[in-house]
């Protein structure tokens, strides 16, 4: 790794504490907390989902970070209804490879057609990064996504940045990545232990 800031050394600093204590508690039920935790010292970010997809099954949503009831009600509706037109669940079911994704990248351009809406508690939004969002689901966020599939099952952290913020660049995208691998690691071995 080149650093190249004060900055780049007081992150990886901060990284490896978190990553320590991840390490330390991996058989915990905290893991998915701890995890997100570590990587707010890494990315900034406003929300974040843990999903486990399980083969054509509704997901699971294992940890969040919404911030009130009104917002986790789109999580509700999510798992309910609209997971079936999500580009991340549409991409486990083809089998998507382990890493990182935006959001946008996973969703080809018009594969939500307009009579789904009803049907999947969605609501068509042009100004949203996908086109639409889920009732409920929190308006004006960039979405990206890492990938932990493990035989039938898909681990997905979802970090959601306001696009008024900036969302997420390059330099954030290259800093995960660089984490990727590890990251992955983890959730498979917390898997392995609390698969049931």
Not at 39 to 67: K, Q, W
Not at 73 to 101: M, Q, R, T
Request: charged share 25%; proline share 6%; with cysteine.
């Amino acid at each position: 790794m080149t650093v190249n800031s004060g900055n780049d050394v007081t992150r990886e600093v901060r990284w490896n504490s978190e990553l320590a204590k991840i390490i330390d508690h991996i058989d915990s039920d905290d893991l998915p907390k701890l995890l997100i935790e570590g990587l707010a010292v890494l990315v900034p970010f406003s929300m974040s989902t843990v999903f486990v997809n399980r083969g054509r099954s509704r997901p699971i949503c294992i940890y969040d970070t919404f911030p009130n009831s009104a917002a986790k009600s789109g999580i509700d509706n999510y798992i309910s209804s609209s997971y079936v037109v999500n580009p991340f669940y549409l991409a486990h079911l083809n089998g998507i490879k382990e890493g990182l994704y935006r959001i946008r990248d996973l969703a080809p351009d018009g594969y939500f057609p307009n009579e789904t809406y009803d049907d999947h508690k969605a609501i068509p939004a042009p100004d949203e990064e996908i086109g639409y969002t889920t009732v409920g689901w929190p308006k004006g966020f960039e979405e990206i996504n890492i990938a932990v599939p493990i035989g039938d099952v898909t681990v997905e952290i979802a970090l959601f940045n306001r696009i008024q913020d900036g969302g997420f660049d390059e330099d954030h995208m290259n800093i995960l990545h660089a984490r990727s691998q590890v990251i992955c690691a983890i959730l498979r071995k917390y898997w392995q232990l609390h698969s049931d």
